[in-house]
């Protein structure tokens, strides 16, 4: 990591540059926002940390010149070096150092060996899909995660999706002139690539946690102006994920036809929000349920439910449950038994769907969720609970235990 050299008198140096999401970065050392959800009436973070109530500070335009020098900070290398990947796990050297007694540097060893081969004989949901992703090759997988496709083979299965209005291959094929006054373009060849069209303007949605309004999180577009886009960027994003692979780690996605989906906005079938049900299935047989909304996302709560609608006991040190657990779905019923019949034949798939007025609706099917990269939780023990029905052969538990 490297810094400018000090030049005002509240920091003591300017800027910083590292390495963030995977590009070089610069930031400011300046408090240019300020945490609204931490004051006294806050339901929590109240006075938990004292860079909550930092006062602001302008940007000096000085900041924003090419700098003239920088000077590397050894002390700030080596504290991002051990709070990330590869240096966290290399944290133990620490213990095998002098400073400690022998006895004690072999039990923190062996503590270590045991729980990397605990981990690694019972996998958890995450380590069984990127064994997938490396191994398995099925076509229902491609069928599954191909947005446009899958229509059809929900339909075969007695399952409704979301209406579709047009869907093209070029971005000049859909109907820019008749759009109706609200719905949503999407790829068929990705995720998160989602374009909100409301009230004849465009927004840059993704999963819509930007345009969470009020205490029931309804859709506001008037609260995200700062995700608005021109039809002329529109057309250069959808040309843009055309031209796209959306993952290659992701055998599925390489071999989907882009497309691109303009679908209706669903409506929620009770008032408040529309509730992501995310169903964790192995062969059909529903064993978790993710229930998530534009509202749990920005508040960065989550909870998971059985089969009866009864929230499980998740420990999670990074995300809150909510104040109030979202009520059963109206067509719940109706939901698991879409989910017995789409996935019978499928080892482990995701199943999301929508609960609307005229019942549910299947939004996607994912086959490796989060590409493999996290576990839905951040409770180990929960983790490989959901995973354990998603059975193995010998030789793929073999291969599982490699990766």
């Known amino acids: 990591m490297l810094t ?18 995977g590009a070089l970065s610069l930031w400011p050392c300046r408090n240019l926002v300020s945490h609204i959800g931490s004051g006294p009436g806050a339901t929590h973070c109240q006075g938990l940390s004292p860079y909550l109530h930092l006062p602001l500070q302008p940007l000096p335009a000085a900041s924003l010149r090419h700098l003239p020098e920088l000077q ?17 796990e290399r944290r133990w050297q620490h213990w095998l150092g002098p400073a400690h007694p022998w006895w004690l540097r072999i039990s923190h060893l062996l503590r270590r060996v045991s729980r990397s081969l605990h ?27 191909d947005k446009w496709a899958v229509k059809a083979w929900a339909a075969q299965r007695g399952v409704a999706t979301a209406p579709t209005i047009a869907v093209a291959s070029q971005v000049d094929d859909l109907p820019w002139q008749q759009l109706p006054r609200r719905c949503i373009l999407k790829a068929s060849h990705g995720w998160s690539w989602n374009l909100l069209h409301w009230d004849g303007l465009w927004y840059r949605f993704r999963d819509g946690d930007a345009f969470a309004s009020g205490a029931d999180g309804s859709l506001a577009p008037s609260k995200a102006s ?18 796209s ?43 978790a349920i993710g229930v998530g909304s534009s509202l749990f996302r920005r508040n960065n709560t989550m909870v998971f439910m059985d ?40 080892s482990f798939a995701r ?52 990766i």
Request: aromatic share 12%.
């Open 4 to 21: 400018a050299p000090a030049r005002d008198p509240v920091t003591d140096f300017e800027s910083t540059l590292g390495w963030q999401q």
């Open 72 to 88: 590397r900070d050894l002390q700030a290398d080596r504290a991002l070096y051990l709070g990330r990947r590869g240096g966290a």
């Open 119 to 145: 981990s690694r004989l019972h996998p958890d949901l995450a380590r069984k899909v990127r064994w997938r992703l490396r191994h398995e090759r099925l076509p229902w997988m491609v069928t599954c995660a």
């Open 226 to 243: 700062h995700c608005l886009l021109t039809t002329a960027e529109v057309k250069a994003i959808a040309a843009t994920w055309l031209a």
């Open 245 to 287: 692979v959306y993952s290659r780690r992701e055998w599925a996605y390489t071999q989907i036809p882009p497309r691109l989906l303009l679908e209706e906005i669903l409506q929620p079938a009770r008032a408040g929000p529309l509730f992501d049900i995310r169903f964790f299935a192995m062969r059909g047989v529903v064993r």
């Open 307 to 346: 089969c009866r609608w009864r929230p499980l006991p998740v420990r999670s040190a990074r995300q809150d449950w909510p104040l109030q657990l979202p009520p059963a779905p109206v067509h719940f019923g109706s939901m698991l038994e879409a989910v017995a019949r789409l996935g019978a034949e499928l």
């Open 351 to 402: 199943f999301d769907f929508y609960d609307t007025p005229s019942g549910p609706v299947l939004g996607e099917v994912t086959v490796s969720p989060h590409g493999g990269l996290i576990n839905p939780s951040d409770d180990p023990a929960f983790n490989r609970w959901l995973a354990a029905p998603w059975q193995l052969s010998p030789w793929a538990r073999w291969q599982a235990f490699w």
